[in-house]
């Protein structure tokens, strides 16, 4: 028989903290949002206590052969696409190849696991759920942005694929009035919320 798991508790050996896009060309963002110190303190305490980490990050063609065809009414700040702004089909060329890099603050390691995506969610067309299962991974922790756009496709899919998903609040990036409502009145109904700090106890309390 099942049993549930303790919901303040984290076997280190059965959690994976994933990272998501906290990479270059989103500095601004992610900046403005101030979570980088927390995310640092998060992935020392992680490699610490032996949690696997895996930098989920944006990946395309620069000829948009692998970009998405869904159509939206704006773009990432609500801006509407127009007939003179029109939706790009191609990644924005001005960015270069640095953008795709994950930022140096977090210290990405040869020991990590590189989780490139082509969608939003980490886990569609991508080696994570792979990689969960070979290192036997049961809970696995969810870090930056856009909180309310990957990290929940990321936390739904995770969620069917019955992982515990923990979403860590301050070390989430994205406009601030989706990010609050995401963490406060969508996630705990789906998954746990918890802070650096809860984290980090969490990982104690199982020595």
């Known amino acids: 028989m099942w049993e549930r798991p303790d919901p303040d508790s984290l076997a280190a050996g059965r959690t994976a903290l994933v990272v998501f ?6 500095r601004p963002g992610i900046e403005r ?7 640092v303190r998060l992935l020392q305490s992680c490699r ?30 609500f ?14 060329q001005e960015l270069g190849g640095l953008a795709y890099q994950v930022l140096a603050e977090l210290g990405p390691r040869p020991s990590d696991f590189d989780v490139p995506k082509h969608r939003w969610s980490a886990f569609h067309g991508t ?19 856009s909180t309310h756009v990957g990290i929940a496709s990321t936390v739904y899919a ?14 989430c990036t994205g406009n601030s009035d989706q990010r609050e409502y995401f963490l406060n009145s969508v996630f705990p109904r789906v998954c746990r919320v918890r802070t650096v700090d809860e984290v980090r106890s969490m990982l104690s309390s199982r020595g």
């Open 48 to 77: 610490e206590a032996g949690v696997i980490v895996c930098f989920a990050r944006a990946d395309h063609r620069p000829d948009g052969a692998d970009y998405t065809r869904v159509v939206t009414d704006a773009d990432r700040n």
């Open 127 to 145: 080696v994570l759920d792979t990689i969960l299962r070979a290192q036997n991974i049961e809970s696995v922790l969810v870090i930056g942005g």
């Open 33 to 39: 949002s101030g979570v980088i110190p927390a995310a």
């Open 79 to 92: 801006r509407p696409w127009t007939r003179a702004r029109p939706q790009p089909v191609r990644p924005d």
């Open 158 to 171: 995770g969620r069917d694929l019955d992982y515990q998903m923990i979403v860590v609040r301050d070390a």
């Open 21 to 26: 896009d906290m990479l270059e060309m989103y």
